[in-house]
């Protein structure tokens, strides 16, 4: 396989990479009982969802169309998987559309539960004179204790709308008692080990313990990095079990989306042109704000490789690091914004106008959410099967067209 006959720019998946980290998952599955989702939001690429069906219990959406998403690609109720919506606040026709196939329904507020009951009840007879399982219904909790950094990402600070808080839950249930509500939500990790969720759940249980008995399932959130190298997954595993057991086996889910995706494939780019201000600056094919918008949310700078082609031959160098080696260059995309910048790098060899550039680990929260700020085109899709690629999809101007 040649990187240089991928068309640029490109998202790649190397299946082996995801096969790699779904038998990880698994293997928290059958080791602590607890049924793992995989949260759309943070990777959707459904072209390749035959191999993530094998492993995983369903998908968690965030609202209506993640979860016609999960029913069309990934399979519902009728094949025994679950597909776990919550939204922070559902719409009438989006509440109608999601009793045809979700199977569980999370609330962020009673008055959202109290709005739609009586819908879900109605649909839960027809289900159940049709012997199918009926929508179970969860309510979304905010503990009040999360270690996510930066605070955009923390679902706790303070005056968050996510989740109900430990006082406002104790006046819902005065005022409209638990029935009807099977599960407790509560999603507070982001790229975390197994430590916070031990920290974590202290605060939960501290504020919710004496509603989990009488709860079918508790679900965990996502946020849990499984997949990455450093993972304690020994102590994720003991942490379940010993909820389960303690809480007569209930049911636990966890909903990780990067956890799938993570270091399963790559964004390759060109290199455009080269300009100097003060240091060289590589204008690439590809953008930080249209095709990897968490190098400036989050913010992170990406690991990248260059490939050269040298006498008709692929030649690789990693990145040394910045101002680490004798060539350095700083990395921008082709919009008008001036902070779409990827970050600075550095070579032993000289960067060439067409040589490649391959940014590890595109494969999570990228393709999501991308976009076509400036008209920038939308990168191409494409997998790695047995060393082979493969062009999944590719985007034309109609695309931009039809999103203005
Ligand atoms: C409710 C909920 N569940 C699951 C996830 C997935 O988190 P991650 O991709 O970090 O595992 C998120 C991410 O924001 C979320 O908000």
């Known amino acids: 396989m040649k990187f240089f006959d991928i068309p640029s720019p490109c998202y790649v998946l190397q299946e082996e990479k995801l096969k790699y980290n779904l038998e990880i998952l698994n293997n928290v599955r059958q080791h602590s009982g607890a049924k793992i989702l995989l949260a759309l939001k943070g990777y959707a690429f459904w072209r390749r969802f035959e191999l993530v069906r094998e492993y995983l219990n369903g998908c968690c959406a965030s609202g209506i169309y993640e979860a016609l998403l999960a029913f069309e690609e990934f399979g519902g109720r009728e094949i025994k998987k679950d597909i776990c919506v919550f939204s922070p606040a559902y719409k009438d026709f989006e509440i109608q559309q999601l009793l045809g196939i979700a199977t569980h329904i999370i609330f962020n507020s009673f008055a959202q539960w109290q709005k739609y009951k009586n819908k879900i009840e109605i649909k839960n007879k027809q289900l159940q ?28 600070i303070k005056g968050s709308r996510l989740g109900i808080t430990p006082g406002e839950f104790e006046k819902g249930v005065k005022e409209f008692g638990l029935e009807g509500i099977e599960g407790l939500h509560f999603h507070t990790h982001c790229e975390q080990n197994s430590d916070a969720l031990f920290r974590t759940l202290g605060h939960f249980e501290k504020y919710f313990s004496p509603y989990i008995p009488q709860m079918k399932w508790v679900n965990f959130g996502g946020g849990h990095h499984i997949t ?24 636990v889910f966890l909903e990780p989306g990067e956890a799938i995706g993570w270091q399963s494939g790559f964004l390759i780019g060109e290199v455009i042109d080269i300009v100097w201000n003060g240091m060289y600056i590589a204008i690439l094919d590809v953008s930080a704000s249209a095709h990897m918008p968490d190098c400036l949310e989050m913010p992170y700078r990406p690991n990248v490789k260059k490939i050269s082609l040298i006498d008709k031959k692929e030649v690789f160098e990693e990145d040394k690091g910045v101002n680490k080696a004798k060539y350095a260059y700083r990395f921008g995309g082709h919009t008008c914004l001036a ?33 076509t700020f400036n008209g920038m085109p939308l990168p191409g899709l494409g997998t790695i099967q047995e060393d082979k690629f493969i062009l999944l999809k590719s985007f034309d101007y109609n695309n931009y067209k039809d999103r203005n």
């Open 228 to 251: 990455r190298a450093d993972y304690d997954i020994e102590k994720l595993i003991d942490i379940l079990k010993d909820f389960k057991a303690r809480y007569c086996n209930t049911d």
């Open 129 to 156: 004179s049709l012997g199918f399982t009926k929508i179970e219904v969860g309510l979304r909790l905010n503990p009040l204790y999360s270690e996510v950094q930066p605070p955009i990402y923390n679902p706790c």
């Open 339 to 371: 902070g779409d910048i990827i970050g600075d790098y550095s070579f032993d060899s000289e960067l060439k106008i067409g040589d490649r550039i391959l940014f590890e680990d595109m494969m999570h929260y990228s393709i999501v959410k991308n976009n």
